[in-house]
């Protein structure tokens, strides 16, 4: 069974401070990893995905999320928060096969707040 | 292109009554689910449908809950009689095919039960 550990589920930066969203996953085989935000009374809206080709990927809204099999680690991170990145973030791992096929994995989520 | 679109955006009840849910996904996309997600969780898979057909419905409460996808296209989810737990967000998403494909997720329905 595949599973996602999001640890914090609070996390509290100041306006130009770097983001840190930490995400370990759990896979018997080579995991798919995604990120979504959501923001208040919305559906969730994709950041990034690893599909295993580079290990850095590059999302929307500068966002990056390196992959670290080493570590069973994929987190989320961003140079300079702004106020428009305060949302909750959730961890995603995709079924490989079977009927769970295409199910999706996620994680308890991660409220950001972003101070001025 | 439009997204997801899902109704009603937020619904009121008593407990016992019956509810339902309705899910249009994006023109052309195969693949739709509808995800559970309760208060500071993230969403859980309830079911999936690969066109009509459900291909994963192991996490849906079969004693109260049930779905239907008849034409392949919009989806009906519905909770009878609904219980005081089952007050969450239900979301639909869709993606093309199941296979690596993003999955878009619509606004999702919040339900009180009282």
């Known amino acids: 069974a595949q599973s996602v550990t999001q640890l914090g589920s609070h996390v509290s930066v100041s306006e130009g401070a770097l983001v840190l969203l930490r995400c370990n996953y759990s896979?018997?085989?080579?995991?798919?990893l995604f990120w979504y935000v959501q923001y208040p009374n919305q559906g969730l809206q994709l950041l990034l995905k690893?599909?295993?080709?580079?290990?850095l990927v590059k999302g929307i809204n500068g966002f990056e999320a390196e992959f670290k099999k080493s570590e069973t680690s994929f987190h989320l991170t961003k140079p300079s928060a702004h106020m428009s990145d305060a949302a909750e973030y959730f961890c995603a791992v995709r079924s490989a096969g079977g009927t769970s096929y295409g199910k999706l994995t996620f994680g308890q989520g991660t409220i950001l707040t972003v101070h001025p | 292109e439009a997204g997801v679109v899902q109704s009603p955006r937020y619904k009121i009840i008593e407990k016992k009554q019956p509810v339902a849910f309705w899910c249009n996904p994006i023109?052309?996309?195969?693949?739709l689910y509808w995800y559970l997600q309760n208060l500071g969780q993230g969403p859980e898979l309830l079911i999936r449908y690969e066109n009509e057909e459900a291909v994963d419905d192991s996490q849906l409460p079969k004693d109260r809950f049930s779905a239907e996808r008849l034409k392949g296209v919009d989806s009906t989810l519905k909770i009878q009689p609904a219980e005081l737990g089952d007050s969450a967000v239900y979301l639909c998403a869709s993606s093309r095919a199941a296979s690596g494909n993003e999955q878009f997720f619509g606004p999702g329905t919040r339900l009180t039960v009282l």
């Open positions: 690893y599909t295993s080709a580079a290990t």
């Open positions: 023109s052309g996309h195969n693949t």
């Open positions: 896979s018997s085989v080579p995991p798919y």
